[in-house]
């Protein structure tokens, strides 16, 4: 871990002295609690590694997405999307016994790509005749067939769809017969989280907690809107293959993406525009952790969603703890041609809620988001300290990065939650010695 920049090296501005009571209570305990804003996919990299730091972890995840078996999902049952969901309960999930190995082997198995080969499988396991409940002791075989069962029930009960089990998560149909059968998300995600036995300081939030189908909308900064999660980012002709999110498998888009917004499950343009809740739960957590992070991913889609609400802008600038952005180590379509500032100003924009209800927006600047910056060492986006430092953020480190054939520069996990313990521990240093 090294400064980009020597006269980055000041971090005064990244920490403050002052604290709240809860926030002092958190930085005695043993282990610092974070919240962090990620997407499904980027982040589970380094979910392993930063267990051996903390497991006070509150993940807040958007329930937008309507790609992949998540969408057939959506398309024939409705309700929310679960698949980010999901995917961060079984990278969260326990492995130290074999029964933990066959149910987190079980939960995260896909179907095959072959329609009548995926819908044979689905019912080799819904009927409890396939191999993958080798190992699977009976208490939970008979729960999660439970909620599988029922979710076949409620596939087969609407008739006038047909449902395309191609490419299917097991994961994805188990929390969603959970969902339907409870007629909660909340305590969909409470049974998810037991069956895959996740640490119970672990948080999986949807930032917005509804059992409702949410569409996500983006304007661009010429007028166009693009409706759909995996319409602005990962465009596909409809068909249930892997999507591909490398930046070179889509077109670039013809002109920046100005903000993101919510909008009715039918809507179309910007008089569609719905206005939903934060969970409560995220709200409360924020008011309390020790840390904020924004996490790599892909950031209209996957951050964005989860700041453009009422109350998520107006507590992260109330607080002194570190907030920290971890920068994309590559492009992709919704940042080509970004800077460093640029992520910054995008989630300033996102927080403030600047492009939406002038009554609702707030004009805070990018220094009280956001207070320190991890950058992968040979990434593709620009630093530009100079602006960097204009938006009132001093403290730039460089991490430590591997190359990925797929993924592109991505962070070296250990290096990444090495460099988060050590800012950390300066900042808890200098709240009790009252600096």
């Not at 130290?96 to 079980?106: H, I, N, P």
């Not at 809740?277 to 996957?302: H, W």
């Not at 989630?347 to 805070?364: E, F, H, M, V």
Request: charged content about 15%; glycine content about 8%.
């Amino acid at each position: 871990m090294a400064p980009v920049n020597s006269f980055l090296n000041n971090s005064s501005h990244h920490c403050s002295g002052s604290s709240t009571s809860t926030t002092t209570t958190n930085c005695a305990s043993n282990q610092p609690s974070l919240l962090v804003f990620s997407g499904g996919t980027a982040f589970n990299g380094v979910v392993e590694e930063l267990k051996k730091l903390t497991t006070h972890v509150a993940h807040v995840l958007p329930v937008s997405d309507d790609g992949g078996s998540t969408a057939e999902i959506v398309r024939v049952l409705g309700g929310p999307a679960v698949g980010d969901i999901r995917s961060r309960c079984l990278r969260l999930s326990d492995q130290s016994t074999s029964e933990a190995l066959a149910v987190r082997t079980l939960l995260g198995h896909r179907l095959p790509l072959e329609a009548q080969k995926a819908k044979s499988e689905w019912y080799a396991i819904v009927e409890g005749n396939h191999s993958l409940w080798i190992g699977v002791s009976k208490p939970y075989r008979e729960t999660i067939r439970a909620f599988l069962v029922y979710f076949q029930d409620q596939v087969l009960r609407r008739s006038e769809e047909s449902f395309c089990f191609s490419n299917g998560s097991i994961g994805n149909f188990f929390f969603a017969g959970a969902r339907i059968f409870f007629r909660s998300l909340d305590a969909a995600i409470f049974l998810f989280s037991r069956v895959s036995d996740i640490p119970s300081e672990s948080q999986v939030l949807p930032v917005i907690s509804t059992n409702d189908r949410l569409t996500l909308g983006c304007e661009l900064l010429d007028g166009t809107i693009i409706r759909g999660q995996n319409e602005i980012s990962h465009p596909t002709d409809g068909t249930m293959e892997p999507i591909n999110k490398s930046n070179s498998s889509v077109l670039a888009l013809h002109s920046r993406i100005k903000r993101v917004f919510y909008m009715s499950s039918e809507g179309n343009n910007l008089l569609h525009e719905v206005f939903p809740t934060a969970n409560p739960t995220v709200l409360e957590q924020l008011r309390s952790v020790d840390g904020v992070i924004f996490a790599m991913g892909s950031l209209f889609t996957s951050i964005c969603p989860s700041l453009v609400l009422l109350g998520i802008g107006e507590i992260i600038s109330s607080r002194t703890c570190p907030k920290v952005l971890f920068l994309n180590g590559t492009h992709d379509r919704e940042t080509s041609g970004f800077t460093a500032s640029c992520f910054v100003t995008a989630i300033t924009d996102a927080l403030n809620r600047s492009y939406g209800d002038p009554r609702n927006c707030l004009k805070n600047p990018p220094n009280e988001y956001i207070n320190t910056i991890f950058v992968p060492k040979g990434g593709q986006i620009p630093v530009d300290v100079d602006c960097l430092a204009a938006q009132g953020i001093f403290h730039v480190i460089a991490v430590d990065s591997v190359h990925d054939s797929k993924g592109g520069i991505l962070f070296d996990p250990k290096s990444l939650i090495q460099a988060l313990a050590n800012l950390l521990t300066g900042c808890k240093r200098k709240n009790v010695a009252g600096i």
